[in-house]
């Protein structure tokens, strides 16, 4: 299994990486069309709008209908990207996804921005089940990417799949985690640190991708060995390197931005559970609570257990290491830099 | 299409007729659909829908019913496979699918079909198809869905001239008369709030309903049917349940002999 390189912290962030990839992408798919639901700027495609007006439609705040139109539209050979924040494509039309676009299997992207906690606007605005949702329906391929170079080079990767995808991004401003050589696969979790074999595989998607390389820094000072793995694609599941981690390490730990129910932690349980492969397990993430509204989204993080200093305390616990925990000090960047919490 | 009275009439009675053959060997169904929209399915399928170049959606998929019959009589489908409605394993489920045949897209979740007919519409508009109809059998308790109306305000908006909205207002829903659950009234006056031609008629007269389709449109357009899902059989009961019509056997026997009698006329 290679090794995935990957820059340090404190991460160069960008904006609108998705925005960009998606024009780029339409310029040679003229079956792209763009669907907006009244969130145009925050999902970066007001840089569709200008470039492709004739395929850029406004649904206003109707994700319902939105959903019904974009899976017409797949019926007639379009390929709809359809946008606006994880909990109003997911939550609020779960059952026009699941009736116009999973079970016809049609190829409608739906994306879903400002995941998990990142959103400071309280449990309405907060994508903590989205995953869980979109990966319990037939058909659907779920994504939950770490970067801005995954985020770019995923846009042009699902163009291509069949069936309908759940797309969930990071809004604003995007660390770039992986470096311009690196390549995402739909089809392999990948391994970013040295060697497989350790006392903990750190299994991670998305924002807490970062998080889960800055607690192997921390632990490998403290003689603990982590194997970090970034996974992007939720469903279907590469269990594969999922099994292989897990069984060449003592505890497993799983990290994602997300309830702990149904989404990274309980695929990666269950496919423990199946393969019969004894490992203790510690699931990081909302665990089973709402959220609340707060002024940042580091205070939610701290709050409900999605910090480096979270991780570094499981994995310590996990392993019965004996004393106190390293403390975990993430470098702090300038205003314009990413680091985890 | 020239709309023949006699001919849209007699087809409006075969639809009746298929759907009575369809439901009696459960002894139960959706046979109040076909009975409250049989003049809509024969006014499209005999005298509006061109195969091959129009689209129908038909957005209460228990209506599937009534789009099997007109096909079975305008060819579309083999008659033999009627038979097969609602049996274990069969392609005509009882509520449509996306496997259902006839219609393009048929919706078992109320309210979601006219987001797909507008899609249609929009699809046609942006791949330079002018002349495709897209024709989408609705019913008065969808209105009740919230989503009925986000695609009412989003074609109405786009000005959708393509396409036309029968709507059954069979004042006929699972827990009673729809206006004993929700007022939906003004019905006319809220699709043309929302920037649509409305038209108010009779729903079992279906030159009526023919002529109507036969208009030309600058915006989108709903014909409101006003029916009864008892319609056509008078050897029904007086109360019987119009979602959910009970058909034993020498009810069926009856339906089928008053059904033959006026073909035959």
């Not at chain 1, 695929?267 to 490992?279: C, D, I, N, Y």
């Not at chain 1, 925990?325 to 470098?331: L, Q, R």
């Not at chain 2, 009882?94 to 797909?116: F, K, M, W």
Request: net charge negative; glycine share 8%; with cysteine.
């Amino acid at each position: 299994m290679e090794r995935q390189r990957v820059l340090s912290p404190p991460y160069r962030t960008v904006v609108k990486p998705y925005g960009q990839a998606l024009v780029e992408l339409a310029r040679h798919r003229p079956e792209i069309v763009c669907l907006t639901g009244d969130l145009t700027r925050q999902c970066e495609i007001d840089l569709f709008q200008a470039e492709f007006p004739d395929r850029f439609i406004h649904a206003g705040m109707a994700e319902a209908n939105m959903i019904g139109v974009a899976g017409a539209l797949a019926r007639q050979g379009l390929m709809p990207f359809v946008h606006s924040f994880g909990v109003f494509t997911t939550r609020r039309p779960l059952d026009q996804i699941v009736n116009a676009v999973a079970y016809p299997r049609l190829p409608v992207r739906i994306v879903g921005f400002m995941p998990g906690i990142s959103s400071p606007g309280g449990p309405s605005h907060q994508a903590i089940e989205d995953l869980a949702l979109m990966r319990a329906l037939p058909n659907m391929t779920v994504i939950d990417v770490a970067d801005a170079t995954e985020t770019a080079q995923a846009v042009a990767a699902i163009a291509d799949i069949p069936g309908p995808v759940y797309l969930r991004l990071k809004r604003g401003e995007i660390p770039v985690i992986f470096p311009d050589d690196h390549r995402i696969s739909l089809d392999r979790a990948q391994l970013l640190t040295d060697a497989l074999e350790s006392d903990v595989a750190l299994l991670a998607s998305g924002m807490m991708v970062a998080p889960a390389l800055a607690t192997a820094t921390t632990l490998n000072a403290s003689g603990v060995a982590v194997t970090v793995v970034n996974v992007p694609v939720i469903k279907p599941l590469d269990t594969t390197t999922v099994l292989a981690a897990a069984g060449a390490s003592q505890v497993v730990i799983t990290a994602e931005n997300h309830s702990i129910i149904g989404g990274l932690g309980s695929a990666v349980a269950e496919t423990l559970a199946e393969a019969g492969l004894g490992r203790p397990l510690r699931r990081i993430g909302l665990q089973d609570t709402f959220a609340e509204g707060a002024l940042t989204a580091q205070y939610l993080f701290a709050k409900y257990g999605l910090t480096v200093q979270h991780l570094v305390d499981t994995a310590w616990s996990a392993l019965d290491c004996p004393g106190t925990p390293p403390s975990a000090h993430p470098p702090a960047g300038r205003a314009d830099e990413y680091s985890p919490v | 299409m020239q709309p023949d009275s006699p001919g849209l009439r007699r087809l409006a009675t075969a639809i009746r007729l298929r759907a009575v053959r369809m439901v009696a060997p459960q002894g139960f169904g959706y046979l109040g659909q076909a009975l409250s929209a049989a003049e809509q399915y024969a006014a499209v399928y005999g005298a509006a829908y061109r195969p091959g170049t129009d689209r129908v959606v038909c957005s209460p998929g228990h209506y599937v019913i009534a789009a099997y019959a007109a096909a079975a009589e305008t060819g579309l489908i083999d008659e033999a496979a009627l038979a097969s409605y609602g049996q274990n394993g069969s392609a005509l489920e009882a509520i449509g699918t996306e496997r259902s045949p006839v219609p393009d897209y048929t919706c078992g979740s109320l309210g979601q079909g006219l987001s797909a007919a507008a899609g249609f519409a929009v699809a046609d508009r942006l791949q330079g198809r002018p002349e495709v109809r897209t024709f989408a059998f609705l019913s008065d308790g969808e209105l009740q869905e919230g989503q009925v109306w986000e695609a009412a305000m989003f074609a109405g908006h786009y000005a959708l001239d393509r396409l036309t909205v029968l709507l059954d207002a069979n004042n006929s829903q699972v827990d009673g008369p729809v206006d004993s659950i929700t007022t939906i009234e003004p019905v006319a006056a809220k699709w043309r709030a929302f920037g649509w031609d409305a038209a108010d008629l009779d729903g079992h007269d279906v030159a009526a309903i023919a002529t109507e389709l036969g208009m030309a449109a600058t915006r989108p357009r709903v014909l409101i049917c006003r029916t009864s899902t008892r319609h056509g059989l008078s050897c029904l009961p007086p109360d019987a349940d119009g979602h959910f019509i009970k058909l034993p056997a020498d009810l069926a026997e009856a339906a089928i002999a008053e059904l033959t009698a006026e073909l035959a006329r």
